[in-house]
């Protein structure tokens, strides 16, 4: 098999609706609302992909941004390879989970209020990691002695406007939404003093998921975080809500065999398992590397069957052994 193998640095094509990305096909278990993946930027230009109709045959033209790649050709082989954009994957990824999360939270407390809240840090205070998950950990406290379920979405991002004023300072800032029960209001994290490395602002959100999508529809400069900094967090997502984000977070050729609430987890020896039947399912992408780069190529469905049978043929090798050896 041979490749022409586009220049790093240019064509850069995301890999994230191969690892976990938002390609919206419905599982078979059960019909989901579709979550909008949101463009990279309002300058990415766009073009149209063929991509197969989920409610029934033929296929349906969909655009996507530049830069992104449909997922949708399952059982045929990928001649040009792809050349994976990793950041741009990060980003992606932390989009459809955000959507995703905020959209399910909803669908479990819909008569419940969203508060709205900013976290920045005043001049001179560097961001640490801990920050944040410390104040997350203070609202939950907060939230348990008073018997309310903790339930919230949150993504970082870099004010822009400040790091033109501060290039040397990290400028990260929060958003994050705490759906609470009519009646009880959060106090001030900053008078409180667990926000004590700035200001903070709260409202009240009439659309939750609208909120958040404007947060994370910006372009990729506003997720050049620190190294070691999470771009987001969802919790609190209980039952089906939650069985059905896993479902989502899996890579999009695995959404295409396994259902929602599936118990299919990573396989040491590779792949995915499924615990309670001991199948296993396997990517039929291949990675190359090639001058630096990362680039990523679809096997036919024919070698896909053959490396399954391989490695089966071994594992029951290896069953046997062991059988064998205990007997002995």
């Known amino acids: 098999m041979s490749f022409s193998f586009p220049a790093p640095g240019t064509a850069l094509f995301s890999s994230s609706t191969i690892h976990g990305g938002a390609?919206?096909?419905?599982?078979?278990?059960?019909?989901?609302?579709?979550?909008?993946?949101?463009?990279?930027?309002?300058?990415?230009?766009?073009?149209?992909?063929?991509?197969?109709?989920?409610a029934g045959g033929g296929s349906q033209t969909r655009s996507v941004g530049s830069g992104l790649v449909s997922s949708s050709t399952s059982g045929t082989l990928q001649d040009e390879p792809i050349l994976v954009d990793s950041f741009q994957n990060r980003i992606k990824r932390m989009r459809c989970r955000v959507l995703t999360g905020a959209r399910l939270q909803v669908g479990q407390v819909p008569r419940s209020r969203v508060a709205m809240l900013t976290l920045t840090y005043r001049s001179g205070?560097?961001?640490?990691?801990?920050?944040?998950?410390?104040?997350?950990?203070?609202i939950r406290q907060w939230l348990k002695r008073r018997a309310v379920a903790y339930r919230c979405v949150w993504v970082a991002e870099i004010q822009e406007f400040r790091k033109l004023r501060q290039p040397d300072f990290h400028c990260v800032h929060y958003h994050l939404l705490v759906w609470l029960p009519r009646g009880v209001k959060l106090p001030m994290l900053d008078v409180r003093?667990?926000?004590?490395?700035?200001?903070?602002?709260?409202?009240?959100?009439?659309?939750?998921v609208g909120y958040i999508a404007k947060y994370v529809s910006k372009g990729g400069d506003f997720y050049r975080l620190p190294k070691g900094a999470r771009m987001y967090g969802v919790g609190g997502l209980v039952g089906d809500a939650l069985d059905e984000a896993r479902w989502w977070a899996r890579p999009g050729w695995l959404r295409?065999?396994?259902?929602?609430?599936?118990?299919?987890?990573?396989?040491?020896?590779?792949?995915?398992?499924?615990?309670?039947?001991?199948?296993?399912?396997?990517?039929?992408?291949?990675?190359?590397l090639r001058a630096g780069a990362v680039y990523?190529?679809?096997?036919?469905?024919?070698?896909?069957q053959r490396?399954?049978?391989?490695?089966n043929a071994i594992a029951r090798v290896t069953c046997e052994g062991n059988h064998a050896a205990l007997v002995a």
């Open 193 to 208: 003093g667990w926000w004590p490395h700035g200001a903070t602002k709260m409202e009240w959100a009439r659309d939750a």
């Open 307 to 311: 490396i399954s049978f391989i490695r």
């Open 256 to 288: 295409e065999l396994v259902k929602v609430g599936q118990k299919v987890f990573r396989n040491k020896g590779g792949g995915w398992i499924d615990r309670d039947t001991g199948e296993t399912y396997h990517s039929p992408w291949r990675v190359l």
């Open 125 to 138: 205070v560097e961001w640490e990691g801990r920050h944040v998950s410390d104040c997350i950990r203070l």
């Open 23 to 54: 390609d919206l096909q419905q599982p078979a278990a059960r019909k989901l609302a579709p979550v909008a993946c949101l463009p990279a930027h309002s300058e990415a230009r766009t073009r149209t992909d063929s991509q197969p109709n989920v």
């Open 296 to 304: 990523l190529y679809r096997i036919t469905e024919a070698e896909l």
